[in-house]
């Protein structure tokens, strides 16, 4: 192990078996044994990294993609099948909110035990244990039997103790999605301060900004393998694209499967007359190098192309309108061609439509958009509900539906 790594992950892979309908009792096992039958699937499939000391890594990706699994084997909650991991110092560990805690016995008596499982001594334990009670907030609650706490003391106990035990390693498995605003940020402000004493963390969240606030570098793993890794801000937009991509096919795959099971032909995609005098064929939104993204960066520069087909002789005096909702309804912006003095698109038999938007000042968040070509007298030639879904993210905390450019002056 090279001196300045504090862990070294070499070519893992797990298993599990998945039973279709395992039986619990011995009478079940010995007279329905065909409820033994079970598969194997493969979690892990030859993942490797290495993280230096003081360093913090990220480790996303669907659920079900092995992250979490990746976390439980460098707890050595349970092993790999083949490959090797190495870990140097102390390792803390917040894996299931409670976990190791006794409902019966009160917070103070759970922080020993707590803390004598990371490995400290009841002297080492009471030097600490009135930090620990002091930065959890539970001073009045501390002599209570923890089965009377919320889940919000649970989660503050448990960290409480997990930063106090001077671990070189610190791995989070999604912990910090419980509680509230204000414990979270001092839970945040915590881990930058133990980061900067030199403290290994390795983290696992859905929660792309809380990685981008602490992590130098990003692990996507997906369907066991490492597929893209670097800094958070390279890898979180490849990897938001991605999951809006396979939201939208997913959608796409149910629709199809309803209309077939009902008997039912494809629904039409537009609102317009039988006769389509002109057709949007796909809208999409493209970044700058040209790509189809489902996901944006709140302030990013992005095209949306519209490509339509139409009866020239019949279309007269067209316009073209925007409509952007938020994923409850709420609208964020509208707007059309003739507001900008374009009141009269030439359309050709074929072809594409562009809109130029410098910023997308929309904040995180779901978004859908319609696209419709009209008559100046707003009559419809084609409308398109939901013509394009998708996403927003932010590496900064806002709040409401759009971003105002602004800057600070303070005398």
Known sequence: ?????????????????????????????????????????????????????????????????????????????????????????????????????????????????????????????????????????????????????????????AFSVAINVDADILLIDEILAVGDASFQAKCFNKLREIKAKGTTIVIVSHSLNQIEQICERSYWIDRGK????????????????????????????????????????????????????????????????????????????????IEYRANQAEVEEALLGLLFFRNDGVVCYGTNTQRERMENLQLKQQGRIVCHIDKLNLVAGEYWLDVAIRKLDMMPYSYVKEAVRFQMYSDVDEVGVARLDHTWEID
């Not at 409820?35 to 030859?46: I, M, P, Q, T, W």
């Not at 077939?260 to 002109?278: F, L």
């Open 1 to 157: 192990m090279k001196a300045e790594n504090a862990i070294e992950v070499n070519n893992i892979t797990k298993m599990f078996k998945v039973y279709l309908d395992k039986g619990h009792t011995m009478k079940e096992k010995l007279l329905f044994r065909r409820r033994r039958a079970y598969e194997e699937r493969k979690v892990l499939d030859g993942i490797s990294f290495t993280v230096k000391r003081g360093e913090a890594i990220g480790l996303i990706g669907h659920n079900g993609c092995g992250k979490s699994t990746t976390l439980k084997l460098l707890t050595r909650i349970m092993y790999p099948d083949s490959g090797t991991i190495t870990m140097r110092g102390r390792v803390s560990s917040l894996i299931e909110l409670g976990a190791g805690f006794h409902p019966d016995m009160s917070g103070r008596e759970n922080i020993y035990i707590n803390a004598s499982i990371f490995g400290l001594t009841k002297p080492e334990i009471d030097k600490r244990i009135d930090r620990i009670i002091e930065f959890s907030e539970l001073e009045e609650f501390i002599e209570n039997p923890v089965r009377t706490y919320s889940s919000g003391m649970y989660m503050r106990l």
């Open 226 to 305: 490492i597929r893209l890794m670097g800094p958070p801000q390279s890898v979180h937009p490849e990897y938001m694209d991605y999951m809006g991509l396979k939201e939208q096919a997913h959608k796409e795959k149910m629709k199809k499967a309803k209309q077939e099971a009902s008997g039912e032909e494809d629904a039409p995609e537009t609102k317009q007359p039988a006769r389509q005098i002109v057709e949007i064929t796909k809208t999409g939104l493209f970044d700058g190098q040209g790509k189809e993204r489902a996901s944006l960066k709140c302030g990013e520069a992005v095209d949306l192309v």
